[in-house]
């Protein structure tokens, strides 16, 4: 898309609406466009605050936040990077943040910062937050713009790029084997080669400056690929976004790029895990769903079944037994009825217009554990034309469902 770096972003979109794709692609390149104008002001410096999440250790919005870089972006084109280790950047924020509750009662968390600022499963109230412990932080850079990125994007970067070595570290970092030899080197690796630990996540910084420049020498055909790449990845929530002008981001949210959770007013289903005290067990844990709805009975009754499989067999420096934290979001007006398989009590609450469930489950390794919860639903559910919405948490990769429905005259679908 840098391509269009020296023509007038203005005249090219009257062409996208007559382009010979489908409307959702016209739309998708018409706010591909308006975003690169947003960070394409002449002589305008731009500032885009990056959360890298690690999703081989699960939260709410992605993935556990060890590091996150400030980008400077002038006449399209990066002009910084700065990236920062979270372990080291959190000891500037005071601790005046109470921590969710899981966090401290499951973590012992005593102030919540950066690293965990992620705990929304809603990107906008994440970025906010993020943006909000920068400041605590020391942070001074006017933020223009938040992204968070999933692990899964450096495999898309480097299968185009090709293999990248970065100097002072060993071997090549590959498409098929970047992520694990990122975590070993910044978990293990570092302190093989003498590396303070302090220092370790400086790798982040410099792996970042080679793609900086391999990405802008691409061809026009591989800048292509890596942008359709890339657009995947926003479809499947490895990348969201949040702009702070309004009308922008209102755009991003139309085309689903912006991780929002939605209003809804039939039917809504989604499934929140929060990995805690489980290392990077999340590269092990498999999950699928089952969801089966009566709308036979005088109240609308729900059976959702989520089950674990923890195919790891052994436990070694990135895998444990699993500890997570799931929140069920479900219709507001839901009633608990019934559950098994979690550890602990069912904890209720109400947020982004959801009735929420939350519970800890334990999935040792080897084993696989299904949770099964049983609740009634508001009557506005039940009509002829019932429909479902189910959202998908970023980072949690394919999760599939069995979605079964008795309709009033008794009939399943």
Request: hydrophobic residues 35%.
């Amino acid at each position: 898309f840098l391509q269009f770096k020296n023509r007038n972003i203005a005249n090219l979109k009257p062409l996208v609406r007559i382009a010979p794709v489908g409307s959702e692609r016209r739309s998708e390149i018409g706010v591909l466009m308006d975003i690169y104008g947003q960070i394409d002001n002449a002589g305008e410096e731009k500032n885009i605050l990056v959360l890298f999440q690690n999703d081989l250790e699960l939260r709410p919005g992605g993935g556990f936040i060890g590091a996150f870089g400030v980008i400077k972006v002038k006449n399209g084109k990066i002009a910084d990077i700065q990236v920062f280790d979270t372990g080291n950047f959190d000891k500037n924020i005071p601790d005046t943040e109470t921590p969710p509750a899981p966090l401290a009662d499951i973590l012992g968390t005593e102030s919540w910062k950066m690293r965990d600022s992620n705990w929304s499963p809603d990107f906008r109230l994440n970025a906010e937050k993020a943006e909000y412990f920068y400041r605590l932080g020391g942070g001074m850079e006017n933020i223009d713009a938040v992204i968070a990125i999933n692990t899964l994007v450096l495999n898309s970067i480097l299968e185009i790029t090709g293999p990248v070595k970065i100097e002072g570290y060993p071997g090549e970092y590959r498409d098929e084997n970047a992520i694990l030899q990122l975590e070993y080197q910044v978990e293990k690796g570092y302190a093989e080669q003498g590396i303070a630990k302090g220092e370790r996540k400086n790798i982040m910084g410099e792996l970042a400056d080679v793609l900086s420049q391999k990405t802008q020498n691409l061809s026009l055909s591989e800048q292509l690929a890596l942008l359709k790449s890339l657009e995947n990845h926003l479809k499947q929530k490895d990348i969201q976004l949040f702009f702070q002008d309004e009308n922008l981001q209102k755009e991003i949210e139309n085309i689903n790029w912006a991780g929002q959770i939605k209003d809804y007013s039939g039917d809504y289903l989604m499934a929140v895990d929060a990995n805690l005290l489980s290392l990077k067990s999340d590269y092990c844990i498999k999950r699928k769903m089952d969801y089966r709805l009566d709308l036979s009975t005088d109240t609308p009754q729900a059976v959702l079944n989520i089950t674990y499989s923890h195919t790891c067999r052994a436990k070694d420096w990135m895998t444990s037994d699993y500890r997570d934290w799931l929140r069920v979001y479900a219709p507001v007006g839901s009633y608990f009825t019934e559950s098994s398989g979690e550890t602990g009590d069912i904890q209720f609450s109400e947020e982004l217009g959801k009735k929420v469930f939350g519970m800890r489950v334990d999935v040792p390794i080897g084993e696989s554990k299904t949770i099964t919860l049983k609740y009634k639903l508001p009557q506005a559910v039940k009509s002829n034309d019932y429909r479902l919405l189910v959202q998908k948490q970023s980072g949690s990769g394919d999760v599939p469902i069995e979605i079964s429905v008795k309709k009033p005259d008794g009939s399943e679908v």
